[in-house]
């Protein structure tokens, strides 16, 4: 018989096997499965499914069943969760780390949004953790780190905060893919992760990442995918991580590096696809060793600072599709300077080739209609580039955005353009293009965007350019076109960002149809001839926000219909032959900001609320018969039918050495003279917006002989002034270079840059632009461009400082004249202004005049702004009386001394 002992002993081993058998039983297999089931259907209650997915998970069907929903075969519980594309949006449940036996979730392109929860770091055999594209937010959890089988790792495309977890870079030893790319991650990126050694993709672009990229990144030998772009990263790049030779994507785009590109790159990478280094600050040549990359796909060097000739032999890069070298200062302006194009023909891929804003020069080479007829974009703008563009383009049948504006081009557009039915977008502004606007440009349908301003092109505008129903942008502004506007062009619906027909030659009256153009913003017509009254069709283009119709012939009154452009914010109708009262309406017109009626025939009251409340947002100069308005635009009382009172008080105050009646008879009859001889060439003293032309150093260079000393008519303490020709019909200019080794002399272009920008009046020198650049040696340059006034200056005429002109020989109406030109300039710049404008030199030598002896004041290098508090008091940082500027023994009338 068994003892108490041995039976014990027995009952205990009875147990165990009953243990044993229950735990290799269906019974705790169907236990430990309730477990994932109800793990499950807590996920489930905090989803939104708009499509149903998960209908399926319920008690119906066994859990393994379900969508999306992936068991073991031999323990069935759940190892995956693929609910991927399925628009499911909610929170992740913090149950999902009840499925133990996970390893894989997927739950990309969804709706997903919340925390990451921590509770996801218990999933140990985790292996691949997807969350692209949702909308989670919060912090990568440090938990995760506990998750050391994961070997894909991605949340690209959330709303993750905070810095990338440290732990990671020792915990996921197994990891081969870390993307979160596109999220809001800030911080250093971890040194750590050089401990990777299995990592081949890494992609953390487009977050706030900082500080300088760690260098032991170059011990991840099997990396082929890495893009760190658009982050703050600065210094200069690790040139170990371009000894990788198994990186086929290198993307360091839109951040700080510096240095420049390895000269060995292309022997080091020669898996490399795609390199794109854009919107740094690198510097050098262009390493001619990428010619041995014959796998590159997309070379992107963007927005550096790269310079020298290209050398890279793209002959032997058969499979480039993509090349994009755009600002930078590649080239030098010589002839040879675009021979890498013609070797691009033998890119048989190419797609893009975007070379603009560089320094590019010679001849566009006609091997540029050779390229691959896979071509969709051809960007050259912003260069030196000469030549004509050849016919052979037409063989580019899928390109869709041609960009050769601000070269120096010349020749006739070719009517062959008109067979590049694909073509989007064309803009060959700011060229010499001759001849006449083909009519075949009628047939490219799909074009959307129409550029030839500031070339010499002649005729009229062709009607045909009315099939392109897709245009939603026209500018011939600054050519020679001539005729009528053609209402096919005002039958465009689509135009909606602008149409600029301005300074052209063009007659006649604006058709009715202009009332089509519902969606426009701005409508340009200044600089023409067109003449009849204003279309009360404009009402009908309740869009538009800017008007320019000044320096026309219009007639008649402004329409009352034009109270429905509700949202316009300036109009500009200067220098018309426009009558009757100024529109009430133009007080309720909310967004109206800017407002020009000058040098027209409006009479009786000013208004005085919304755009009319503030003397800064209004010119009414030349109407002589308004009365009312502000106290500061110093009209008459409506019922009074005196004398201006700002006349008599400027002739007190600025003549007084003129007592006698005859010469103030004699001053009346003048002013009144001039007045109706400028009203038709005044130019506008408030412009829609400012539209000056854009010139090069190249171009000034050019129109001043290269600056030749015989070309200078004038020199100062900070600058010479240059006689040149600009441009293809070689209009005259003066050219004021600064001398910026002067101290002073930046500051000194930049004062005279702010009060001319403000500022406008007919006695005052026309600015026509200005350059700031750098110039051939690339050494920074600065200068302005005026209109050029051929009798010289007050005092060549005074003291016989010119042998050309006829000095001494002004009388006594001429000499009256000139009086009254500085002092009208004087009255304006300190009583028309806001704030108000002291010249500080004024000066015979700063009083230039044109062909009808009229007086132009110029240089505002030391003009000073004054502030509201007192009119002694100059707004801008100055010194005591000792630091009196001006030139040295005179001090001009406009100077106020502050002490």
């Avoid at 200062?329 to 560089?358: H, M, P």
């Avoid at 030549?387 to 062959?416: C, D, R, W």
């Avoid at 108000?836 to 505002?860: E, Q, R, T």
Wanted: glycine fraction near 8%.
């Amino acid at each position: 018989m068994l003892n108490s002992n041995s039976m014990s002993c027995l009952a205990t081993l009875v147990w165990c096997f009953s243990l044993f058998s229950l735990l290799n039983s269906d019974s705790c297999f169907a236990l430990s499965n309730e477990t994932d089931r109800l793990a499950l259907l807590a996920i489930k209650s905090q989803l939104q499914d708009p499509l149903g997915v998960t209908s399926s998970w319920n008690n119906s069907i066994n859990l393994c069943q379900w969508t999306g929903v992936t068991c073991g075969h031999r323990h069935q519980r759940v190892t995956e969760l693929d609910l991927r594309n399925q628009s499911i949006g909610g929170f992740l449940s913090p149950y999902v780390g009840n499925l133990s036996f996970l390893r894989v979730i997927n739950l990309a392109n969804n709706d997903f949004y919340g925390e990451i929860p921590n509770e996801a770091g218990r999933l140990f055999r985790l292996e691949t953790l997807l969350l692209t594209n949702n909308s989670f937010s919060g912090k990568i959890p440090t938990n995760l780190s506990r998750c050391s089988n994961l070997i894909d790792f991605r949340v690209r495309g959330n709303h993750l905060v905070g810095e990338v977890p440290v732990d990671i870079g020792y915990s996921w030893l197994k990891l081969e893919v870390l993307s979160f790319a596109d999220n809001q991650l800030t911080g250093q990126f971890p040194p750590s992760i050089g401990n990777l050694s299995a990592l081949q993709v890494i992609n953390i672009g487009v977050n706030g990442l900082s500080g300088r990229f760690p260098d032991c990144l170059g011990q991840l030998r099997d990396l082929y995918y890495f893009s760190i772009e658009e982050n703050n990263f600065f210094g200069t790049f690790p040139v170990s991580i371009f000894n990788i030779s198994s990186l086929q994507t290198i993307s360091l785009a839109f951040n700080r590096f510096e240095g420049s590109l390895p000269v060995d790159i292309g022997f080091n990478l020669p898996n490399l696809a795609y390199l794109d280094v854009g919107q740094n600050n690198l510097t050098g040549t262009l390493p001619h060793s990428l010619s041995n990359v014959s796998n590159l796909k997309g070379l992107e060097l963007f927005d550096n600072s790269f310079s020298g000739n290209v050398r890279i032999d793209f002959g032997s890069l058969l499979n480039l599709n993509w090349l994009n070298l755009k600002d930078n200062n590649l080239g030098g302006g010589t002839i040879s300077d675009l021979d890498f194009v013609t070797l691009l023909t033998n890119c048989s891929k190419l797609e893009a080739l975007e070379i603009g804003s560089n320094r590019f020069g010679g001849v566009l080479p006609h091997s540029i209609a050779n390229l691959s007829t896979t071509v969709t974009s051809i960007d050259m703008q912003h260069n030196q580039i000469s030549g004509s563009i050849p016919f052979e383009m037409k063989n580019l049948v899928k390109l869709n955005a041609l960009y050769l504006h601000y070269n120096q081009l010349n020749g006739i557009i070719p009517h062959t353009i008109g067979e590049l039915r694909n073509l989007q977008s064309m803009s060959l502004s700011a060229n010499n293009m001759t001849g006449t606007i083909p009519d075949s440009l009628g047939n490219l349908t799909l074009l959307t965007g129409l550029w030839l301003r500031i070339n010499n092109l002649q005729g009229g505008i062709p009607s045909s350019l009315g099939n392109c129903q897709n245009l939603m942008e026209l500018s011939i502004s600054q050519n020679r076109i001539t005729g009528a506007l053609p209402k096919q062009i005002l039958g465009i619906k689509t135009l909606s960002t602008l149409l600029d027909l301005s300074d052209n030659l063009l007659s006649g009256p604006i058709p009715v149809e202009v009332g089509n153009l519902k969606n426009l913003g701005a409508l340009y017509v200044s600089r023409n001839q067109f003449s009849g009254e204003i279309p009360t069709t404009l009402s009908s283009c309740t869009s538009l926000e800017y008007l320019d119709m000044h320096e026309n012939s219009f007639s008649g009154s402004i329409p009352f219909a034009l109270n429905s452009l509700k949202s316009i914010k300036a109009i500009d109708l200067s220098c018309n032959n426009l009558s009757g009262q100024i529109p009430k309406y133009f007080e309720n017109l909310l967004f109206l900001e800017l407002l020009n009626l000058s040098y027209n025939h409006f009479e009786g009251e000013v208004p005085t609320k919304g755009v009319f409340s503030s003397k800064i947002n209004i010119s009414l100069l030349g109407n002589e018969k308004l009365c009312g308005g502000l106290n500061e635009l110093h009209l008459p009382p409506c019922h009074s039918t005196g004398p201006r009172k700002s006349t008599v008080t400027l002739l007190k105050v600025l003549l007084p050495v003129i007592g006698s009646v005859l010469i103030l008879l004699t001053c009346r009859i003048v002013v009144e003279n001039r007045r109706r001889k400028l009203a038709h060439k005044s130019s506008s003293t408030l412009r829609v917006e400012q539209r000056f032309p854009m010139v090069s150093y190249a171009e000034l260079s050019k129109a001043t002989n290269e600056f030749s000393s015989s070309n200078i008519i004038g020199q100062g303490s900070f600058s010479s002034v240059y006689k040149g020709n600009l441009g293809e019909n070689a209009m005259p200019v003066a050219v004021k270079v600064m001398n910026l080794k002067q101290k002073g002399a930046t500051k000194s272009f930049v004062a005279e840059c702010e009060a001319l920008r403000n500022i406008r009046h007919r006695n005052l020198i026309k600015i026509i632009t200005v350059c700031s650049s750098i110039d051939f040696k690339g050494i920074e340059f600065k200068a302005l461009v005026y209109e050029y006034l051929p009798c010289g200056s007050l005092e060549d005429w005074l003291h016989q400082s010119n042998d050309q002109l006829e000095a001494g020989n002004l009388n006594l109406i001429q000499r009256l004249n000139v009086v009254i030109d500085v002092a009208s300039v004087i009255e304006y710049l300190h009583h028309h202004c806001q704030p108000p404008i002291v010249h500080g030199d004024i000066k015979p030598s700063n009083i230039l005049l044109d062909y009808d002896l009229i007086a132009h004041v110029g240089d505002f290098g030391l003009a000073r702004f004054l502030s509201d508090r007192s009119p002694c008091t100059i707004l801008e940082t100055s010194s005591s009386s000792i630091g009196i500027k001006g030139t040295v023994g005179y001090i001009a009338p406009g100077i106020y001394i502050h002490i």
